[in-house]
């Protein structure tokens, strides 16, 4: 088996203060020879408004296609938990996990949708990917209805 090179897993960690600060690790992929979708889901992402300080809240889908790196799991959800003290625009945190993950990973393909719920009456949904899809992945639908209200 091949020696894993992750300090996170495993362990009792304190989320960083800030995604800059924040480790996020990858391990190999045992399956670097196919080409396949892995998703992550974070369906409680939290970051603050950089104006007002009040909190912000997104569900958001991480689709990617890896090459030889897999995302280790565990120090993602630690590095989105950093995200919960940052003030940062919608936008911005999208685009910036996104490319921290092909920073890191460097996938084949990677794209993000960040379904942010309203502040002031406006949902703004952010979606990012790195280009077009491998020919033959099986992308399926982020399955994140749009913003419809109450009525």
């Known amino acids: 088996m091949t020696e894993l090179h992750v300090t996170q897993l495993g362990q009792v960690v304190e989320p960083a203060a800030s995604p800059d600060q924040a480790v996020l690790e990858r391990v190999p992929n045992p399956q670097s020879d196919v080409t396949y979708l892995a998703r992550f889901v974070a369906p409680e992402f939290t970051s603050l408004c950089p104006v007002t300080g009040q909190p ?62 309203p502040r002031g009456g406006i949902p703004i949904d952010v979606f990012w990917q790195t280009g077009p899809a491998p020919e033959g992945l099986w992308v399926p639908d982020q399955g994140v209805a749009p913003y419809r209200g109450r009525g």
């Open 56 to 117: 912000d809240f997104a569900h958001l889908v991480i689709d990617y296609a890896p090459g030889d790196w897999l995302i280790e799991s565990k120090s993602l959800k630690l590095y989105l938990t950093s995200f919960r003290s940052h003030g940062s625009f919608h936008e911005d945190c999208t685009v910036k996990i996104g490319r921290k993950i092909v920073e890191i990973a460097q996938p084949r393909w990677l794209r993000i949708g960040g379904y942010w719920y």
